[in-house]
């Protein structure tokens, strides 16, 4: 990592989740090179020290910069930072920390724990803006003003400009140029694309459209409301469901890198056409946590490609970083794989307009860095 540029709040919070997996006390198992990064500050190459001590002093001081209350409480709990927690195994911990919000271990889980997890990661991040060269003063500037308290900038303050929603980054593949668009907003905002890939399991089941995910988010945004906002009609929901009773009937999953293609339901009338549902998370058995091969992210989106050729009249596809979410993947492995299949495609000759999509502008910044400079990508 540059030490003038913040680390991708998304990596620092894969880490984060494997700490609290693994436990303080087993940091010096861990491959935390983010962390690591940004443990030793801006400008040190290492002092002979073994990272993992300055690895827990980085995250006692992002969790103690909490203020206190049950989220710092939640927090220290589940990284093993409170008093006599340091050997628990995960589940006491995590039992612990649920205990804190006085509820159920499987509600913690879903809800409060990744919240929890996520103010950690973003204490991280904000520590490190304030170590950056020039950031002294300013570390309220990602609030919106620069007071931090939601007041306009003072006249003649610094502008601050809206990060575009929208940007277009030329490649190279078979030796030519191609200009791809890179989405920088929400899955469900997008116009006029032929087809959306959407990541899901090998059961290609769908999770509960009030979720946060692209799949989840496709689901919603394709549904058919009555004039109270009431859904009436589940399409994709159903379409994927028919889908599946014809080509993995009583439940079966189907192999890694299969995909499923449904209409987009009420999508359509933003001129989206086409969801390809990617099978690129295996589930592991008796946990909630999934498995994702690059392999299978790649074999996937390459099937994305030869439906696309196969299908009448589609020329636009849009791909979201497959396997970066639950899947696990870093955002940088996840690139790697779609545009390994993206490149392919490309320098055989295929004309498609390739559209990329991430939802947070420093993770569009990654992205982008690695497409146009992939020799000096960051490590």
Same mark, same amino acid.
């Given at each position: 990592?540059?030490?003038? $540029? ?22 010096? +198992?861990?491959?935390?090179? &983010? ?36 989220? $710092?409480?939640?927090? +220290? ?23 804190? #919000?006085?509820?159920? &271990? ?89 087809? @959306? ?26 549904? &058919? ?6 859904? &009436? ?13 014809? #080509? ?33 998370? @295996? ?6 946590? #999934? ?46 794989? @779609? ?35 992939? +020799?000096?990508?960051?490590?």
């Amino acid at each position: 990592m540059s030490p003038t $540029q913040l680390p991708d709040y998304g990596e620092v919070l894969a880490e984060v989740r494997e700490v609290r997996r693994a436990g303080i006390v087993r940091l010096r +198992e861990l491959r935390l090179p &983010v962390l690591t990064g940004m443990a030793a500050g801006p400008g040190e190459t290492g002092s002979g020290e073994p990272h993992f001590p300055a690895v827990e002093r980085l995250l006692r001081t992002a969790v103690a910069a909490m203020g206190g209350g049950t989220l $710092q409480e939640a927090a +220290e709990y589940s990284l093993g930072l409170a008093r006599g927690t340091r050997d628990w195994p995960p589940a006491d911990r995590r039992r612990r920390a649920a205990r804190v #919000y006085g509820v159920s &271990v499987e509600r913690f889980r879903k809800h409060q724990e990744l919240m929890v997890l996520g103010q950690v990661a973003e204490q991280l991040v904000r520590g490190a803006a304030r170590s950056l060269p020039g950031d002294g003063e300013d570390e309220d500037e990602d609030e919106g003003n620069g007071h931090g308290d939601g007041r306009p900038p003072l006249p003649g303050g610094p502008a601050r400009q809206l990060a575009a929603s929208h940007r277009p980054v030329t490649v190279r593949a078979g030796g030519r140029e191609h200009r791809l668009t890179l989405h920088v907003h929400a899955v469900d905002l997008l116009r006029d694309i032929d087809v @959306v890939v959407s990541p899901s399991n090998t059961h290609f089941a769908l999770p509960e459209p009030y979720k946060a995910s692209v799949a989840a988010s496709l689901r919603r945004a394709g549904a &058919v409301r009555d004039p109270a906002g009431r859904i &009436v009609e589940d399409r994709i929901q159903d379409e994927l469901r028919a889908w599946t009773d014809r #080509y993995a009937p009583g439940g079966l999953p189907v192999a890694p890198g299969t995909v499923a293609v449904t209409g987009a339901g009420a999508l359509g009338e933003q001129g989206v056409r086409h969801i390809h549902h990617a099978a690129v998370a @295996v589930p592991r058995p008796g946990t909630n946590d #999934y498995d994702v091969l690059p392999t299978d992210v790649t074999r996937a989106v390459t099937r994305v490609f030869a439906l696309l050729a196969a299908g009448p009249g589609l020329s636009s596809v849009c791909l979201p970083l497959l396997g970066a979410g639950r899947g696990g993947l870093t955002p940088a492995d996840s690139l790697a794989a @779609v545009w390994a299949a993206v490149e392919a495609e490309l320098a055989r000759g295929g004309g498609w307009d390739v559209h990329l999509l991430v939802r947070k502008p420093e993770r569009a910044d990654l992205v982008a860095e690695l497409l146009t400079n992939p +020799e000096g990508g960051r490590t």
